[in-house]
């Protein structure tokens, strides 16, 4: 695993129980020093969360590969070691623990550095952040996932693939969302060595996978579309990587013909070629209606037409939550509204309008672009959407889709802030 830059880390950040009792919180912290040392040259850390919290150094307790000290231990402790890679947990006793929602976080950490002369020491390195406690609220009806996509811009530079799933796991969320080519090692064709791996992932951090990302490069060969059969083969190909890979959903994106989204005409043959196939694997085909197509569009019709005509349980529709987007996003470097593309101002569906067709939804993507320190979206308009969800009769994944600002390590905190703010809103409702 990898390892945040900041000092105090995101993942990890919870209430702790004892005997069913909140008996406080606890959060991880990087190794200020270029190496690691010997755990009983700490000289304890204080914390301080807000106006809440303000505990001196030798009040937390330490836990390292799994055994828990308090300060003392540690110093009459050989052999336990903080070492550079590994963050250590730290505990705060706080009855009650926290309340949701982002806190200020801060630490003094005392380390006794042999090699500094006495009258310098101890070494002290402060860190304040504001980061999002691990939410305990349940969030029923609906089930809760993260795509990886999420991650992007982190993910093969700061994050890999498990620093990715405990982040996902660290959010109590069940369900992990990929793109086919890019998560899968050696993609289409990994290898058994990174399938064991991926399963061995999944269990270690309690994970379901839930939707498979494929593409159907309509434009693959210059000068020519592909044929219908084409298309169907590599969907085909596609359907059966996601069953290998335990994926009940395969999201197909479909090569355009218009600004509106509007699929190539080779679509239909390709999906109705490949329903046998999506029958005898149990995997359900659902593209997905994404900004700038709204809900009442043709596009969604034909979707319909498809399902009714065929009778087929294995094609449904997933929902983008960027449908619903009401407020524009922030201009980037040298952008302006009339450079870029209007619908990134939003195009502002109704979310009524998911009652029209709710029996078809089968999964919904949460995308969102920014979400501030007070838990306020700010594009997405969740109150109303979840609402209309929950009434519709939704009761399956909401899976978070970040596709904000790519600063590194940004998305671990947003996504922790979605899933606050998701189940709140949902409990409150």
Avoid at 209 to 238: C, F, K, M, V
Avoid at 385 to 413: F, K, M, N, Q
Wanted: aromatic fraction near 8%; charged fraction near 20%; charge should be negative.
């Amino acid at each position: 695993m990898l390892l945040e830059k900041d000092l105090i880390q995101a993942t990890g950040f919870r209430n702790v129980r004892t005997g069913g009792e909140v008996t406080g919180f606890q959060l991880r912290v990087r190794m200020p020093s270029y190496r690691g040392m010997a755990a009983s040259l700490i000289d304890g850390i204080a914390v301080r969360v807000g106006t809440l919290v303000d505990v001196p150094a030798e009040v937390p307790l330490w836990t390292f590969n799994g055994t828990t000290y308090t300060l003392q231990q540690l110093w009459a402790s050989d052999g336990v070691r903080w070492q550079l890679e590994d963050a250590a947990v730290v505990t705060v006793p706080f009855p009650g623990g926290l309340p949701e929602g982002v806190h200020e976080v801060s630490i003094e950490l005392r380390l006794r550095m042999s090699y500094i002369p006495i009258e310098h020491q101890p070494t002290i390195a402060r860190s304040t952040r504001h980061i999002t406690l691990s939410s305990d609220t349940d969030g029923g009806p609906f089930q809760y996932g993260v795509s990886l996509y999420s991650f992007m811009g982190d993910y093969g530079t700061v994050l890999d693939l498990e620093t990715s799933l405990a982040a996902v796991a660290d959010v109590n969320a069940t369900g992990i969302e990929i793109l086919g080519e890019g998560h899968v090692a050696n993609y289409p064709n990994p290898s058994t060595a990174w399938i064991d791996e991926w399963f061995r992932l999944l269990e270690k951090y309690s994970l379901t996978p839930t939707n498979y990302g494929s593409w159907i490069d309509t434009r693959l060969h210059p000068g020519r579309g592909l044929t219908a059969a084409e298309g169907a083969d590599i969907l085909q190909r596609d359907l059966r990587l996601a069953k290998q890979l335990g994926f009940s959903f395969v999201r197909p994106k479909i090569g355009v013909v218009s600004s509106d989204l509007v699929p190539d005409p080779i679509w239909g043959e390709a999906v109705e070629r490949s329903l046998d196939l999506a029958h005898e694997l149990d995997v359900i085909i659902c593209p997905e209606i994404h900004s700038p197509t709204p809900i009442k569009h043709p596009v969604v019709d034909d979707y319909i037409e498809l399902i009714e005509r065929t009778g087929t349980k294995h094609f449904g529709l997933l929902l983008d939550t960027g449908i619903f987007q009401d407020r524009p996003i922030p201009l980037a470097p040298g952008q302006t509204r009339e450079t870029r593309p209007a619908f990134m101002d939003g195009i502002g569906v109704d979310p009524a309008d998911i009652a029209d067709i709710a029996k078809y939804v089968v999964f919904i993507q949460a995308k969102f672009h920014d979400i501030d320190e007070n838990l306020e979206d700010q594009q997405i308009p969740w109150v109303p959407v979840l609402r209309a969800l929950r009434d519709s009769g939704y009761t399956g994944y909401l899976s978070s889709e970040y596709e904000g600002d790519r600063i590194p390590w940004r998305s671990i905190e947003q996504i922790r802030r979605q899933h606050s703010l998701l189940r709140t809103t949902v409990a409150e409702l």
